[in-house]
Nanobody
Framework: QVQLVESGGGSVHSGGSLRLSCAASGYTTCMAWFRQAPGKEREGVAVKYTGAGNTYYADSVKGRFTISLDNAKNTLYLQMNSLNPEDTAMYYC???????????????????WGQGTQVTVSS
């Protein structure tokens, strides 16, 4: 069983930055951040494979967001820079025991989810 506890959401103005944290317990193959805005589907934002360390980003956040993993603390981070109102959403940490590369941004692949943390960006 894997438990995920998120923190770090909040409200910022356009151009601002936030860092999300996700404290994890248990074994996983990959971890990811997803987000869901009202009325929209859950969207994969960034993925990190815990073994090889490979990282992948959605096109919408490339160059602005950075996913990282502190193995000593078992904590996943999402550094978000140059935020804009389109980034406003509930952000979720997720983990999977088995990760298919082709489905790395598919929420159905992830077995475990955090409770979510709200990010609001105002113009």
């Amino acid at each position: 069983q894997v438990q995920l506890v998120e923190s770090g959401g909040g409200s910022v103005h356009s151009g601002g930055s936030l860092r999300l944290s996700c404290a994890a317990s248990g074994y996983t193959t990959c971890m990811a951040w997803f987000r869901q805005a009202p009325g929209k589907e859950r969207e994969g934002v960034a993925v990190k494979y815990t073994g090889a360390g490979n990282t992948y980003y959605a096109d919408s956040v490339k160059g602005r967001f950075t996913i990282s993993l502190d193995n000593a603390k078992n904590t996943l981070y999402l550094q978000m820079n140059s935020l804009n109102p389109e980034d406003t959403a509930m952000y979720y940490c997720a983990a999977a025991v088995y990760c298919s590369f082709s489905r790395r941004f598919d929420p159905a692949q992830y077995n475990y989810w955090g409770q979510g943390t709200q990010v609001t960006v105002s113009s």
